[in-house]
């Protein structure tokens, strides 16, 4: 796949997720926020896939 | 809502259905016509050979199991990139439990999973999903290169 395929599909796949937390948020209830990662508060980093 | 599109084939995607999704769209089920019975199930086309699963269920105010899988179609089917999951219940074999065992995500190779990595720690199930889906975007093009390099395909497509 070219580079701009891949950057286009992660685009893609952001887009998801955005909707997957509206999503949590009305099955759950409260805001879409509570469901994003990038405001868990953790120490913890995400270690990136080695897989080899 | 109801589903649009029509079969394919797939070749590796046993807990989810196989339903081609056209380029750009988008199918989300909330109803019990799921097929393996998730209470939301997505799949979306990406860009290029790529499509997105995502499937989760919700129960007593908590995400109970969801599963995010890369597919690429090839040779007229579609398989398995990469995988993350989580199973409260654990009922799975191979099934992670995100709250206690942290996010894990598998690789698979030639049809089969090939590895288990570690992501990252134990966290609320809705959190580990999000997290996942931004893994996922984050190192889409070093797995769909690792994917293609395994397999012998070129990167022209």
Known sequence: ?52 | MCWTAPLLPSTDTPILDDREVPPGATQTVTEDNTPRDYDRLYQRALAGPLQIRVGLDVSGGEVTRFLVQLEYRRGGSWDTVVRYDHDAEGSAESSHDVTEEGLHIDIYRDGEKHVTEYVVGPRPAGIALDTAEDHLAQNLERFVERYERWHDIRKSR
């Open chain 1, 1 to 52: 796949m070219s580079k701009e395929a891949l950057s286009d599909a992660a685009d893609e796949i952001q887009a998801l997720r955005t909707e997957v937390r509206e999503d949590l948020a009305e099955d759950l209830g409260g805001d879409p926020d509570d469901h994003d990662a990038d405001s868990y508060r953790t120490d913890e980093e995400v270690v990136p896939d080695g897989g080899e």
